[in-house]
Every structure is written in structure tokens, then in C-alpha cells.
């Protein structure tokens, strides 16, 4: 079970601290309208990633029996995370426009997260087959992943808007340039990991 939970921290953190359209937004709510409004905007995946998790694991539980397809979604959930790890390596601190129109933040929260693409492509490739992969060991498991995952994932995004509230220049300091670096070299070690289970299972 700690594997399963160390995967979601990793994941966790990683996907929280990462440059996208969410925390973009956590930080334009946060830099116009205040910390509660980039708070709103960071709880956005709680209310928005059910239903894609209900039906990736759904899917990916019918296809389970299939070797050669799940060594396929590993392959891809390998590609998926080492494109986050290539993303934190080449994290440069420019990459927020704090320029939005006003609007209700969590409402927009909302929008932005179903409207992206990165939750399906996360959901898919890495968090439904580690999901299934945990459940076989037991359901308690599966459940410290996904908890583990959304409390690192929304708690990094609390963090941020909190900082940005406090500190307009943190998102071009040196400490989240060495977090978002860190990160991403875990993600690639992580991402090799994915890879060889794939290449496993797809020729097993």
C-alpha cells in the first residue's frame, strides 16, 4: 500500500505544481480578485474528476483481461508522465498570464478543468491502471492513491495561491524553479518505471 500512496504524493505534487490552464487560472483569480478566489479555483478538480475517474476505470476494468492493450495504456500513461517530468525540467517561471476576465472563480474553475485535456490524458494513461493495479492488493489501496493524489493535487494549488496572494514574484523564484525541476526528474525516473511494466505486460 505505500507504493501506491508515495505514487500519488509524486503525481500529486507534480500535477498541483505544474504550469496549465488550472494554475494559470489559480493564479489570475488569485492576483485579481484575492487568496479566497484562487482557492475556489484550486478545489475545482473535486467537483470536475469523478466522472472521468468513474469511467476510465470503468473502460480500463472491461480491457483488464487484455495484456497486450493494458501493456498499451502503460506505454502511453509512461509517455503521458514523462512529458509532465519534461515540462517540470524545462519549467522557466514565465509561463503565468495573470491577465483574466472576472468572473466567478470556482464556476470558471469548473469550466477550465473539464475543458482540458490533461485530466482525461492523466486519468487514462497512469491514475485509472495504477487504480486497478492497487485494487487487486486491496480496495484500501486504491483508495490511498486517489486520496493521496487529490490532497497533494489540491493542497499544492492552495499553496501556490496563497504565495502568489502574499508574494506577486514566487511563480519567477528560484525555490519553484528547484521544486518544478525536482519534481520533474522524479516524474522521468517514475515515467521509466511505467514504461518497463508496460513493455511487460505487452510482450507477456
Not at 10 to 19: E, I, T
Not at 120 to 147: C, D, H, S, T
Request: charged share 10%; glycine share 12%; aromatic share 10%.
Amino acid at each position: 500500500m505505500i507504493n501506491y500512496i508515495l505514487s500519488g504524493t509524486l503525481l500529486g505534487l507534480s500535477a498541483g505544481f505544474s504550469p496549465g490552464p488550472l494554475l494559470t487560472l489559480v493564479v489570475s483569480e488569485t492576483l485579481q480578485h484575492g487568496t479566497r478566489a484562487g482557492f475556489k479555483v484550486a478545489l475545482a478538480p473535486i467537483l470536475t474528476d469523478l466522472p472521468i475517474i468513474v469511467l476510465t476505470v470503468f473502460v480500463l476494468g472491461k480491457l483488464s483481461g487484455f495484456n497486450t492493450v493494458m501493456g498499451g495504456v502503460s506505454l502511453l500513461g509512461g509517455l503521458v508522465v514523462m512529458f509532465l517530468g519534461y515540462q517540470g525540467l524545462r519549467t522557466r517561471g514565465d509561463v503565468i498570464n495573470p491577465e483574466a476576465p472576472r468572473s466567478d472563480s470556482m464556476l470558471k474553475g469548473v469550466i477550465v478543468n473539464l475543458l482540458s485535456p490533461y485530466p482525461y490524458l492523466f486519468w487514462l494513461g497512469v491514475g485509472a491502471p495504477i487504480m486497478l493495479k492497487a485494487a487487486e492488493q486491496n480496495l484500501a489501496a486504491a483508495a490511498g492513491f486517489v486520496v493521496t493524489f487529490y490532497v497533494l493535487l489540491v493542497g499544492a494549488k492552495l499553496v501556490l495561491a496563497l504565495l502568489v496572494g502574499r508574494s506577486r514574484t514566487f511563480l519567477t523564484g528560484r525555490a519553484y524553479l528547484l521544486v518544478m525541476r525536482g519534481l520533474g526528474l522524479l516524474l522521468v525516473f517514475f515515467s521509466c518505471y511505467l514504461f518497463r511494466q508496460g513493455w511487460l505486460l505487452y510482450v507477456g
